[in-house]
C-alpha cells in the first residue's frame, strides 16, 4: 500500500507594513496608557472610543496615530517606557 503525503500549501510569508506596525504599537501603548488598571473591559472600551474616532475622521484625525497623539486627548505611553 502507498503511503500518502500531506499535501500542504505553502503560504506566502507577509509582513504588516511599517506604519501598520507603527499603528498597531501606538495603539496599545495608548490603551496600557488609558486602562491598564480597569481590565479587559476597560481596554475594549478605549480600543472603541479610539477606533470610532478614526472611522468619523474630522477634527480627531484620520489614523490610529492621528487621533492617539492628539493633544488633551489619550494618554500614550512614551516609547522609551515599556508598556507592559
Same mark, same amino acid.
Given at each position: 500500500? /502507498? ?5 500542504? /500549501?505553502?503560504? /506566502? ?18 490603551? $496600557? ?24 475622521? !474630522? $477634527?480627531? !484625525? ?23
Amino acid at each position: 500500500m /502507498k503511503k500518502l503525503e500531506p499535501v500542504v /500549501k505553502q503560504e /506566502k510569508e507577509t509582513r504588516l507594513s511599517t506604519s501598520c506596525e507603527k499603528d498597531i504599537e501606538i495603539l496599545a501603548r495608548t490603551i $496600557w496608557g488609558e486602562a491598564r488598571g480597569e481590565g479587559q473591559k476597560g481596554m475594549l472600551a478605549v480600543a472603541s472610543v479610539i477606533m470610532n474616532r478614526v472611522r468619523c475622521g !474630522g $477634527w480627531w !484625525g484620520s489614523t490610529i496615530q492621528d487621533v492617539c497623539r492628539k493633544p488633551y486627548q489619550l494618554e500614550v505611553v512614551p516609547e522609551n517606557r515599556t508598556c507592559c
